[in-house]
């Protein structure tokens, strides 16, 4: 029940004088909708005082209007969610999220409010493999978007050459654990968030479903030994204790590779992936000629492994908040960094994968 409307923050107004009225259009930046509407004088400028401190006869009484045509219009923008539905009581827990609560008020829909997304985000628990030049942003990414409860597991020290592409270091961490160096990073941005460390290389199945029990979702980011076993091994893991996961590609050179999200019982998973790629390099006849024992070290600056692993981040905050569905189900991107271009691939289930037709466990 509305008593005091309120046009949501987020929400453009934009108007134009036509000889009918005034043609006004609603824009909500953040789903890209527009609802145009002709309103006449008198409605146009009951708009002016929809900013939650004026009551409904207020609004009559100012303007002019008649309580039923004032109700109607009321009525029409409610419909189209340019208005708040209830008052928002926003602590000072949720004040550090407002402009973040502006985005999710887009995608209000019946049942689920901006403030439920933004608590199921911070109910969330999420684990993060290897904090290099992806797993260190994502830590951050999912910080400022505010999940609290992270496991972040991580073998190394921070060294000189991560701090030109590694976020959450700074130059009096090196030598330090990796992980010690992001827990504490991460409570000073905010002391609420509780990060459990694991400084060790997920090297089993085992050692990963140990680490991560409980967690509502896995990303890896580790590239060690290289980033398919790493997958590989991770998604074996959360196929076996049902548990959502963020598989990222990591970077190389100008490319940089995006998803699959796997959800178990539900889409494709890695191995169904790796069924078309091998495929694919079949087909081929390319084989790769390994030049030196060294693991390679492709060139790389901080801002394509910040845009890589905030890809990621996103289709996190898009699964653990329900402000929309994950888009990375049953599909891969490659961002072409000298281009500019986002291109995806499909895959679908496969009929004879091993680890598909394993039901996860409920
Ligand atoms: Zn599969």
Same mark, same amino acid.
């Given at each position: 029940? =509305?008593?005091?409307?309120?046009?949501?923050?987020?929400?453009?107004?934009?108007?134009?004088?036509?000889?009918?009225?005034?043609?006004?259009?609603?824009?909500?930046? /953040?789903?890209?909708?527009?609802?145009?509407? !002709? +309103?006449?004088?008198?409605?146009?400028?009951? !708009?002016?005082?929809?900013?939650?401190?004026?009551?409904?006869?207020?609004?009559?009484?100012? #303007?002019?209007?008649?309580?039923?045509?004032?109700?109607?219009?009321?009525?029409?923008?409610?419909? =189209?969610?340019?208005?708040?539905?209830?008052?928002?009581?926003?602590?000072?827990? !949720?004040?550090?999220? $407002?402009?973040?609560?502006?985005?999710? /008020?887009?995608?209000?829909?019946?049942?689920?409010?901006?403030?439920?997304?933004?608590?199921? +985000?911070?109910?969330?628990?999420?684990?993060?493999?290897?904090?290099?030049?992806? *797993?260190?942003?994502? /830590?951050?990414?999912?910080?400022?978007?505010?999940?609290?409860?992270?496991?972040?597991?991580?073998?190394?020290?921070?060294?000189?050459?991560?701090? $030109?592409?590694?976020?959450?270091?700074?130059?009096?961490?090196?030598?330090?654990?990796?992980?010690?160096? =992001?827990?504490?990073? +991460?409570?000073?941005?905010?002391?609420? @968030?509780? #990060?459990?460390?694991?400084?060790?290389?997920?090297?089993?199945?085992?050692?990963?479903?140990?680490?991560?029990?409980?967690?509502?979702?896995?990303?890896?980011?580790?590239?060690?030994?290289?980033?398919?076993?790493?997958?590989?091994?991770?998604?074996?893991? #959360?196929?076996?204790?049902?548990?959502?996961?963020?598989?990222?590609?990591?970077?190389?050179?100008?490319?940089?590779?995006?998803?699959?999200?796997?959800?178990? *019982?539900?889409?494709?998973?890695?191995?169904?992936?790796?069924?078309?790629?091998?495929?694919?390099?079949?087909?081929?006849?390319?084989?790769?000629?390994?030049?030196?024992?060294?693991?390679?070290?492709?060139?790389?600056?901080?801002?394509?492994?910040?845009?890589?692993?905030? =890809?990621?981040?996103?289709?996190?905050?898009?699964?653990?908040?329900?402000?929309?569905?994950?888009?990375?189900?049953?599909?891969?991107?490659?961002?072409?960094?000298?281009?500019?271009?986002?291109?995806?691939?499909?895959?679908?289930? @496969?009929?004879?994968?091993?680890? #598909?037709?394993?039901?996860?466990?409920?």
């Amino acid at each position: 029940m =509305i008593t005091k409307p309120k046009i949501k923050d987020g929400v453009t107004v934009m108007y134009r004088k036509i000889r009918a009225g005034y043609e006004v259009s609603f824009y909500f930046p /953040a789903s890209s909708k527009c609802h145009s509407f !002709l +309103l006449n004088k008198r409605g146009f400028e009951c !708009l002016g005082y929809m900013r939650g401190g004026s009551s409904i006869e207020d609004i009559a009484r100012k #303007c002019r209007i008649d309580i039923q045509s004032l109700n109607h219009l009321i009525g029409l923008l409610d419909k =189209i969610n340019v208005l708040e539905s209830s008052p928002v009581i926003v602590g000072k827990e !949720l004040t550090r999220f $407002s402009r973040q609560l502006n985005f999710f /008020a887009d995608f209000e829909k019946e049942g689920i409010s901006r403030v439920d997304m933004q608590r199921k +985000l911070q109910d969330s628990s999420v684990g993060v493999v290897g904090l290099g030049g992806v *797993g260190s942003w994502v /830590a951050q990414g999912l910080a400022l978007a505010g999940v609290k409860n992270l496991t972040i597991v991580d073998p190394d020290r921070v060294e000189l050459s991560n701090l $030109s592409r590694q976020c959450l270091y700074a130059n009096t961490d090196i030598g330090s654990t990796k992980v010690s160096a =992001i827990q504490k990073s +991460l409570t000073s941005l905010d002391d609420k @968030i509780v #990060c459990t460390c694991f400084q060790t290389a997920i090297d089993s199945v085992k050692k990963c479903s140990r680490i991560f029990r409980g967690v509502d979702l896995v990303i890896n980011c580790a590239d060690h030994p290289d980033v398919d076993v790493m997958n590989r091994l991770v998604s074996r893991s #959360c196929f076996a204790s049902n548990t959502p996961h963020i598989l990222c590609g990591g970077y190389d050179g100008h490319l940089s590779f995006i998803g699959p999200t796997v959800i178990p *019982g539900k889409t494709p998973c890695w191995f169904c992936y790796e069924h078309g790629i091998d495929k694919k390099k079949k087909a081929s006849g390319l084989q790769h000629l390994p030049i030196s024992e060294v693991q390679i070290q492709g060139g790389s600056i901080g801002a394509i492994s910040a845009i890589t692993a905030n =890809i990621h981040v996103l289709e996190a905050v898009r699964l653990l908040s329900g402000w929309s569905d994950p888009k990375m189900v049953g599909q891969t991107g490659e961002f072409d960094f000298l281009g500019l271009t986002l291109s995806h691939s499909s895959f679908s289930k @496969i009929k004879t994968c091993k680890q #598909c037709g394993r039901s996860p466990k409920k």
